[in-house]
């Protein structure tokens, strides 16, 4: 959990003072607004589900200091996680949606060197990315949990001598996948953690093999919020949201 100890430290100051304004744990992705004005996202990560409800004693963190659901980064709960995360990233709005947008993803492939017969390792299935690359001849390694694609084993020691690059859910930040995929990957690999969960908060992976940070900044609060009670995904999240990188 490095790097959610990280995220914990770096947001500390941007918590005091504020409050949550709002906390909606949608099927999909997690959904927490400040009184600020912030948003954010994470993945809804419930782990195993065997009732009618996913955590015990859930405190009401809606009107009370963020700090309280900050400090849940570090939960063992991975739904406190993702609440945690979603914070998180409404903590770090105002900076996070400064940033340059990348809706077509042409600067993140860029920037990862991708061109044809670049071999990609992806941790995470991303169809629209995956189509795009095959169209492009690139080769693919492809590992997911949920979908059960490939195994963790051989996806880490592809990291190390084939792979010359990496495309990563920060899902994996919610799964504990994240912190083993990094210390696989060789020196040669670009390394970029992508997806609505990412916390753009580049002092959180400092001195870690990671060159690229993309996430979803949430623009539009009630089209956002009405997509999580919904149960929508990423191309409808990201309708009303900057793409930034």
């Not at 409050?19 to 607004?33: M, Q």
């Not at 492939?109 to 995470?124: I, K, N, Q, S």
């Not at 539009?220 to 009405?226: E, H, Q, R, S, W």
Request: aromatic share 6%.
């Amino acid at each position: 959990m490095q790097i959610c100890e990280r995220l914990l430290t770096e947001m500390r100051p941007n918590a005091a003072g504020q409050r949550v304004a709002r906390v909606s744990v949608g099927l999909g992705y997690t959904a927490v607004s400040t009184s600020e004005g912030g948003a954010g996202l994470a993945f809804t990560a419930f782990g195993n589900k065997h009732a009618c409800k996913v955590l015990d004693d859930i405190p009401d963190y809606e009107d009370r200091p963020a700090m309280e659901l900050l400090e849940a980064i570090t939960s063992e709960s991975s739904v406190h996680r993702s609440m945690a995360l979603a914070l998180v990233n409404a903590l770090n709005h105002p900076e996070a949606r400064s940033l340059p947008e990348d809706r077509s993803n042409r600067v993140l492939f860029e920037l990862l060197g991708v061109v044809r017969g670049t071999r990609l390792a992806m941790g995470g299935y991303f169809a629209p990315l995956i189509a795009r690359l095959e169209r492009q001849g690139v080769e693919l390694e492809i590992f997911d949990i949920g979908h059960r694609i490939g195994s963790l084993e051989q996806f880490t020691d592809r990291l190390s001598g084939w792979a010359q690059a990496l495309i990563l859910t920060s899902t994996s930040l919610l799964n504990d996948t994240a912190e083993s995929m990094l210390a696989a990957v060789g020196p040669q690999v670009r390394v970029a953690m992508i997806g609505p969960s990412t916390p753009l908060v580049a002092a959180a992976f400092a001195g870690l093999p990671v060159h690229v940070l993309a996430g979803t900044v949430p623009v539009d609060m009630t089209g956002t919020f009405k997509a999580i009670r919904h149960g929508r995904g990423t191309p409808v999240l990201q309708k009303f949201a900057r793409k930034v990188y």
